[in-house]
């Protein structure tokens, strides 16, 4: 790596640390910036590879050799670097900054609507009665073992997608009760529940990043809670990710460089962003789709079954998939974790580097400007998981909050009239 791009390495990795301190400052501040989230977690999916490229080295991409080129390039490395740079600064003239005054104000939501909100946190449960299998659940992580049966393995795809409403169901009965820290006592337990059942990582990064979510909105993070809070819930996931690792994953980390690459390919999303501009600079030689638009063909047929017809387009990280592997893209059961920012560049070019920013700064633009704390809530939830996970993952979800903000627009357009509001109570220690 030449002198001049290690330098340019440094210097956006150092202005992308000093971007997340501005967040963390801005989220236990007054200022309400759903921006802030979503920009905590592009900085550690895309700013932290640079810091390892730059001191434990690029990895050899021994099993996925397709991202070797994208990784090496050095002009895609400028790019990447200019890309990334530029993205906070864009997001954050775009974010809409509201001051809180007081506590924030907390919708209580009729009786009838809780007790839906307790049926659907409690869903993941009450599926398990139906499981061709229950008792493989009472180990933890079933759907990676070897015991269920295929009527098992397809029923688990339901407790997969219940769980993700029951983990949003909770964080909403914690937005309307009055005491937070009784009422995360309270509803933890029925989310451990659904974590264990769902038995992935994503579920857990879920679940902390809606108490986070949560615990923003009502105004309980200062700036000493979140160090505290931030440096538990670093530690907790770690120490989770580690003993998923030893116990599940054994052969990823036979050895120490093995451990690296695969941390790099499981928690960066650097190595897609870099394929998606090396395929944008080979003057069309590589692809990762076949043409353009095709993953988003894709979403807008999604629900049509592949039996009616045989040639729609595949899930992107399909394709992506078979670019690492240099293979032909194939259902192989499994798929690498995407980006909505290296999809869009797939998708569009290098109008693609426009796109991308763009979504994630209207997303939060409909965040800022809503009264409704569940509209922040699960919005704040959607940007970040845009920022990691494909978006075919978490469809349900996005089109779930996307008519909730319909709704919530007719009901109240500029504060919550039909609905009762209160003031509540100082959010007592520990919350």
């Keep these: 790596m030449s002198g001049w791009l290690i330098a340019l390495n440094w210097l956006t990795f150092a202005w992308l640390l000093g971007w997340a301190v501005r967040a963390m400052l801005d989220i236990s501040s007054n200022c309400h910036r759903s921006i802030s989230f979503p920009l905590l977690v592009f900085v550690v999916v895309y700013g ?14 021994h099993n996925t050799p397709g991202f070797r080129a994208g990784a090496t390039d050095e002009s895609v490395a400028v790019v990447y670097d200019l890309f990334v740079a ?29 007790r839906a909100l307790w049926l659907l946190l409690c869903s993941p ?19 990676l073992t070897e015991n269920m049966s295929p009527a098992a393995s397809e029923f688990h795809g339901i407790i997969g997608g219940l769980t993700t409403f029951s983990l949003v169901a909770g964080a909403c009965l914690l937005l309307v009760r009055r ?9 933890c337990p029925f989310m451990t529940v659904a974590v264990w059942l769902q038995g992935k990582r994503t579920a857990v990064a879920l679940c902390l990043a809606l108490i986070w979510a949560v615990a923003w909105v009502r105004g309980s993070l200062t700036y000493s809670r979140v160090i505290a809070f931030g440096a538990l819930s670093l530690v907790a996931l770690g120490s989770y990710i580690t003993w998923y690792q030893l116990e599940f994953r054994p ?65 992107y990280a399909i394709y992506i ?34 796109v991308g920013p763009l979504i994630f700064a209207l997303l939060c633009r409909i965040c800022d400007h809503s009264s409704d704390p569940v509209v922040k809530t699960v919005g704040v ?51």
């Design 48 to 61: 932290l590879p640079i810091a390892f490229d730059l001191t434990r080295g690029v990895p050899d991409y």
């Design 86 to 114: 530029a993205c906070p600064v864009f997001w954050w003239m775009t974010a809409r900054s509201r001051r809180r005054t007081g506590h924030h104000m907390v919708v209580l939501a009729g009786k009838k609507a809780q």
């Design 125 to 143: 449960l009450i599926a398990l009665a139906f499981a061709p299998q229950p008792h493989v659940y009472l180990s933890y992580a079933a759907v």
């Design 179 to 187: 005491n937070f820290s009784r009422a995360l006592f309270l509803i």
């Design 251 to 315: 052969l990823s980390v036979a050895d120490s460089y093995s451990v690296y690459e695969n941390s790099r390919i499981d928690y960066g999303r650097d190595h897609n962003l870099k394929a998606a501009i090396f395929c944008e600079l080979s003057d069309g030689n590589v692809r990762i789709l076949e043409y353009r638009g095709q993953s988003l063909l894709f979403y807008l047929t999604m629900y049509v079954p592949r039996s009616l017809w045989p040639g729609k387009p595949w899930p």
């Design 321 to 354: 998939t078979a670019h690492a592997l240099q293979a032909r893209p194939a259902d192989r059961g499994w798929g690498l974790t995407t980006s909505l920012l290296d999809e869009a560049v797939a998708n569009f070019g290098w109008v693609g580097l426009l």
């Design 381 to 431: 939830l959607v940007a970040c998981l845009l920022m990691t996970v494909e978006f075919v993952a978490f469809a349900p979800l996005v089109i779930g909050w996307l008519l909730y903000v319909g709704w919530s627009r007719h009901v109240s357009p500029d504060a919550p009239k039909r609905l009762r509001a209160v003031r509540p109570g100082p959010v007592q220690a520990g919350a």
